[in-house]
């Protein structure tokens, strides 16, 4: 079953607000789900996690779960925050699972979360297939189910999906540095891990792009799984290979972080631009610093937001869209501080 979680958190009641129209699903009943630590230990002796329990006004006995590919960059926290947010001020009990990119921990996590009595949960999946059957079982139980972030390739299997569009994030991000590079030269592409939505969708788009600009070759692409460090690792060892390099495309910011850094080490900032996804502070800060060229917001917290409202609004039998997609937003030099203050308020 579960191998890992986060933590789980009793919230109080707030506010209510609501999405509008695809299939809607009620709390099969209202009996008290049990989250405290001692209760997870003697359920799963093996478990290592920590079980929070905290004070909480009178709301829903219902849990609502969320599932994160990780927990270990500024976006994945940012999304998790909202969503934890909103739950809150909709009077849900909340939990939060850390799959450490691994398809199969996730799909024992959701597996878990449903036999402890979850009546709702939201997924950022880890794989666009791996989750598929843990999504049908959870439905087949009665339970309400949001994707968030990353789709998975059999849509129908969850009530709906909210989050951005990869193929148009990743060809707003591939026009602007086709645009930067005067429509000509080399690029590399930084990739998230291989099969996730976000890489497939997000290189999907930069093909799309790449069919108008046929003086573009792209000289090197690697996944950095995400990560900075490896994304520092990879980009040291392009440069060093002497093959010319123009612009990097990284498909998140953290990856074009670690890649920013290289090309400074290498003293080539005013040679290769490099290029960023998700808006994160530590992004908008490169930007502005002058060592990213520009970033593109997913809406990271519309994303979390919208979920955790399509989640209640199922279990309170409130029809919500089967998809609704956020709005995506490139940040330059020019508009990159209202952004960043915007964050740090």
């Known amino acids: 079953m579960m191998k890992k979680a986060l933590a789980m958190l009793v919230v109080m009641t707030m506010g209510f ?5 695809c299939g809607s699903n009620k709390a099969a ?5 049990d989250t405290t630590e001692s209760k997870a230990a003697n359920d799963n002796a093996e478990k290592e996690e920590d079980v929070k329990e905290s004070d909480s006004a009178s709301g829903s006995d219902e849990t609502i779960a969320l ?25 849900y009990k909340y939990s939060v699972y850390d799959a450490g990119q691994d398809v199969a921990t996730q799909v024992d996590q959701i597996e878990q979360a449903i036999t402890l009595g979850v009546k709702g949960i939201i997924i950022e999946p880890v794989s666009v297939d791996g989750v598929v059957p843990a999504v049908r079982a959870a439905k087949e139980e009665g339970v309400a189910v949001v994707i968030v972030n990353q789709k998975i390739s059999d849509p129908s299997a969850a009530d709906c999906y909210v989050g951005a569009d990869a193929a148009t994030t990743g060809e707003i991000l591939m026009k602007k540095a086709a ?12 990739l998230g891990p291989m099969g996730s939505d976000g890489q497939v969708g ?4 930069f093909e799309n792009v790449l069919k108008d600009y046929p003086d573009i070759n792209v000289v090197f692409q690697d996944t950095a799984e995400w ?3 490896p994304a520092l690792t990879i980009t040291e060892n392009w440069l060093n290979s002497g093959k010319e390099i123009d612009a990097i495309v990284s498909q998140n910011d ?52 919208l979920s955790a409202d399509a989640c209640a609004d199922l279990l309170e039998g409130i029809e919500v869209k089967a998809e609704t997609i956020v709005d995506n937003v490139t940040y330059t030099k020019d508009n990159a501080q209202e952004a960043l203050d915007a964050i740090k308020k």
């Open 17 to 21: 607000s609501a999405l509008t129209a």
């Open 29 to 33: 009943d209202n009996s008290t789900t």
């Open 67 to 91: 599932f994160m590919t990780h927990m270990s960059n500024e976006f994945t926290i940012t999304l998790s925050g909202a969503v934890e947010a909103e739950v809150e001020a909709r009077g």
């Open 179 to 190: 645009e930067d590079i005067g429509g000509k030269g080399n690029v590399a592409f930084l």
């Open 202 to 205: 997000r290189s999907e788009g």
């Open 227 to 229: 990560q900075t460090e």
């Open 254 to 305: 953290g990856m074009a972080v670690g890649a920013a850094k290289a090309v400074a080490d290498a003293k080539l900032d005013d040679r290769v631009k490099v290029y960023g996804i998700d808006a994160t502070s530590e992004g908008l800060q490169a930007v502005l610093d002058g060592k990213l060229a520009a970033t593109v917001s997913q809406g990271t917290e519309d994303q979390g937001k």
